[in-house]
């Protein structure tokens, strides 16, 4: 199913190019899943020069009590700047797959 979106929105060349691409992506994810539970990684990529700047944040809740809310991190290792369009409006996000 990557391999067609790649193919269909984001124009791959062909499904066997975008297979293989999906193929990474899919190894990439998983190559994250070994941070300790509770660990929120967050991937910022852009477009700049030709080349994909990915950037990366892991983001920890604080020692003690769990927090009540989802996502509710604290600590932040990674880039110390701010990334332009950083905040994610998901109610957004899930209404226009919706539609």
Request: glycine share 6%; proline share 5%.
């Amino acid at each position: 199913m990557l391999a067609t979106q790649l193919v269909e929105r984001f124009g791959a060349p062909d499904l066997k190019t975008a297979a293989a691409a999906a193929e990474e992506e899919v190894a990439f994810a998983e190559s994250l899943c070994s941070q300790p539970q509770d660990t929120l990684i967050a991937v910022h990529r852009t477009y700049e020069d030709g080349n994909v700047r990915e950037a990366f944040r892991t983001l920890r809740p604080r020692e003690g009590a769990k927090p009540a809310r989802a996502f509710s991190f604290m600590e932040v290792e990674g880039e110390d700047e701010e990334q332009p369009g950083e905040q994610v409006d998901l109610i957004s996000l899930a209404d226009k797959e919706r539609k």
